[in-house]
C-alpha cells in the first residue's frame, strides 16, 4: 500500500466487507461521496480502494473524479493514477490539480478496457454506511452498461478513503499576508537604525 498525502477525511475501509462488485467495460460503478464545510474547499490529494482479486484476464483500470447531477455523473473533474488492482488489497490513486468545493456531492468513477465476460476488476463493498467525518460521508453508487445510462442503487457503499488538503479560507491568506509584510517592515526598520 502506498503512503497517502493529505489529511485524510473519509474512510469506509475498516468496514467488514460483505461482497463485491464487478468492473469493466460493460460495468462501471459511482460511489458518491460528499465534502466537508472548509469554506476554501479542498485538494484532493489521493483515494485508496479496498478491492478484492481481479477475475479473468482484465486491462485498463480507470478511476476519475465526477461532479453530480441529480442522480447520475455529469462531469469529469480529473483521472486519477495507480497500478492495476489484480490482487486484494488497498490501492492507492494519487490525483493532480482536482479542487473539491466545500458541502459539495461528488462521484469516485471506476471502469476499464475490458467486459466482464473477458475479465473484471472487483470493489469490496460493505452493508453499512461509514459515520461522517467533519461533514465528510460517503453516499449510494449508480451502475452503468456503457457509462451513458445510470441507475440508482441503495444496496451496498463501496469501500474507499479519501486524502485531501483544505485550502486556506481568503481572509486567513490576506491576514498571512498582512503579517508577513509587517514582519518584513519591521525587520527592514531595525536594520536601518542598527
Known sequence: MAQAQGTLYFSSL?????????????????QGF?????????????????MDGASGGPNGFAISIYTKSGNSPQNNL??????????GGVYSYTASGITLSPSTAYYILVTSAT????????????????????????????????????????????????YATPIPEPATCALFGLGSLAFLWHRRKSKAVG
Not at 460528499?34 to 479496498?50: D, E, M
Request: proline share 4%; aromatic share 14%; glycine share 16%.
Open 14 to 30: 475498516g468496514q467488514t466487507p460483505t461482497g463485491s462488485a464487478a468492473i469493466g467495460s460493460d460495468s462501471w460503478i459511482a
Open 34 to 50: 460528499g465534502t466537508g464545510t472548509n469554506t476554501g474547499g479542498y485538494i484532493l490529494n489521493s483515494v485508496q480502494l479496498l
Open 78 to 87: 480529473g483521472n486519477l493514477v495507480g497500478s492495476d488492482p489484480l490482487t
Open 115 to 162: 467486459p466482464v465476460a473477458q475479465g473484471s476488476y472487483n470493489w469490496s463493498s460493505a452493508n453499512v454506511l461509514a459515520p461522517l467525518n467533519n461533514g465528510w460521508a460517503g453516499g449510494l453508487y449508480d451502475y452503468s452498461t456503457d457509462g451513458a445510462t445510470w441507475n440508482y442503487f441503495r444496496d451496498q457503499f463501496f469501500q474507499f478513503a479519501i
